[in-house]
Each structure stands twice: as structure tokens, then as C-alpha cells.
């Protein structure tokens, strides 16, 4: 009797052992697919934030050289001109082609990180859709800067001419 008593004891025993270790397995599974997601969640949410920021800044120098266009164009109807502006105009024209050329050299990189982002991890369709949306985007506003920025040149070429 006694021997069987600790048979079942025993038996008992490896079964609760092998039961919890299943357990154990079960929830470092789950845990592993939560670090899976929240690594791709990260992901996405980092190369929509480069994506988004470059567009930012490029969108927010354009619209500060628009301004000073604005305000060029005023002065030349307004016949008010200073031959300080001349220089202080050619010191922006070089200063808007510097941030020019930064954001050409970080539009080759981010184009980079996106395309390696894209090929190592699964984003879903929508992600997908989002991030080449906002991928496109970045080539249009850079043109668009670029337009601005020589037009804001032969604007000042024209103020420069008209003291």
C-alpha cells in the first residue's frame, strides 16, 4: 500500500511538474508574439515619424521662404527699397540652398531606411498604403522647395535690380 501510495504521489507530482512547465511554455509564447507586435508597432511608428518629420520641415521652410516672397513683393510695389535687404537676401538665398542640400542628403537616407524597413518587416496593407503615401509625398514638397527657392532668387534678383 505503501508503495503505491507513493507511486501516485509520484505520478502526481511529474504531472503538476509537466503541467506547469506547459504553462510556462504557453505564456513565454504569448509574451514573445506581444514583443513580435509591439517591435513592428515600433517600427511602422518610426519610419512614419522620419517620413512625416522630413516632410514637416521641408513643407515649413517653404512656406517661411513664401513669406519673405511675400514680403520682397511688397516692398518692390511699395517702391520701398534698402540696399541692406540686397545682402541680407542673398544671405538667405545661400542659407534656404545649405538646408536644401541637408535635406537632399536626408531624403537619400530616409529613401534608404524605408526601403529596408519595407523589405525586413511584414506592415499590413494599410500600413503599407500609409507609409508609401507619405513615401511620395516627400519628392512633390522637395520640388515644390526647390521651385520656391528659385523663385524667391529671381525675385531678389529683381528687387536687387530695382534699387
Known sequence: ME?????????????TIHAQSQNQQE?????????????????????????????TDMTMLRSQVEIKLSNIKMDIYHRNFDPQFVDMYQRYYESCQGQKQAFSKNIEATKELFFLKVMT?????????????????IDTVFESLETTIDYFKAIADVYAKDL
Open 121 to 137: 518587416h511584414s506592415y499590413s496593407e494599410t500600413e503599407l498604403s500609409v507609409l508609401n503615401a507619405s513615401y511620395e509625398r
Open 27 to 55: 505564456e513565454i509564447q504569448a509574451l514573445v508574439q506581444r514583443v513580435d507586435s509591439l517591435e513592428h508597432e515600433l517600427s511602422y511608428l518610426k519610419l512614419s515619424y522620419e517620413l512625416n518629420t522630413l516632410y
Open 3 to 15: 508503495k503505491i501510495l507513493c507511486l501516485i504521489v509520484f505520478m502526481l507530482s511529474c504531472f
